[in-house]
């Protein structure tokens, strides 16, 4: 079984600009959840996905940060304009929806540097 | 709201030495425990979980965790540490009814040859 996928694993971009990371969940996962890890801390929750619909939201800074589940599949976690603050690791999870506690499987985790 | 304590933020010991990370959390209504490792430029994974029955709870690589409600903890053991157990270390938890974790700031484990 294919675990999950992000990309890319690493970016580094200049303040301002855009960025975007990618996330591929384990095939038959409905639930899917983007994580902030900054350095030195454990992950903290951003975005929580059912199938296509954001459940949780309320840790998103959405003045600039977005996010999209087309198809309940692939997600795209997007920062416009990106700060130095952002810099840190942002992680993809998925779980089955059925059961709980679901057991949260973890992408690599794209590590962002701003500049 | 809830919260995760892990106490030390790095440990070393030597190989063969008994392994402990310890891990606190605050609600008085007893949560599901998790217990992760993450390896550098990896995900996390999961190495045990506690969600209701025995206390003791057994996972991958030899590891080990107690849940104990009256101390609020879920330390994390190992008997013999190995090289290849040197890595950082979270506990989460996840209040029954919630899927959502609360990570504590994790412990990064160092093995002395």
């Known amino acids: 079984e294919a675990g999950v996928v992000q990309s890319p694993r690493y970016k580094i971009i200049e303040k301002k600009q855009p960025v975007a990371f990618w996330c591929n969940p384990i095939?038959?996962?409905?639930?899917l959840y983007w994580y902030l890890q900054n350095l030195g801390q454990g992950p903290e929750l951003l975005i929580r996905?059912?199938?296509?619909?954001?459940?949780?939201d309320s840790q998103l800074p959405k003045d600039r940060f977005s996010a999209e589940r087309l198809k309940g599949v692939d997600s795209t976690l997007k920062i416009q304009p990106a700060e130095l603050g952002d810099s840190a690791v942002y992680l993809c999870?998925?779980?089955?929806?059925?059961?709980?506690?679901?057991?949260?499987?973890f992408g690599p985790g794209t590590r962002l540097t701003v500049l | 709201a809830q919260s995760v304590t892990q106490l030390g933020s790095h440990v070393s010991v030597s190989e063969g030495a008994l392994v402990l990370l310890r891990c606190n959390y605050s609600s008085s209504v007893p949560p599901y425990l998790f217990w992760y490792v993450q390896y550098p430029n990896q995900g996390l994974q999961l190495l045990l979980k506690?969600?209701?029955?025995?206390?003791l709870v057994k996972g991958i690589n030899g590891f080990e965790a107690e849940f104990k409600k009256s101390e609020t903890s879920f330390h994390l053991t190992k008997p013999s540490a190995h090289m290849s157990d040197a890595a950082e270390y979270f506990c989460?938890?996840?209040?029954?009814?919630?899927?959502?974790?609360?990570f504590g700031t994790g412990t990064r484990l160092k093995v002395l040859a």
């Open positions: 506690y969600t209701t029955g025995a206390t």
């Open positions: 989460a938890v996840s209040d029954q009814g919630t899927y959502k974790y609360i």
């Open positions: 095939s038959g996962h409905n639930t």
């Open positions: 996905y059912e199938n296509e619909e954001a459940v949780d």
């Open positions: 999870a998925s779980s089955r929806a059925a059961g709980v506690p679901n057991e949260q499987f």
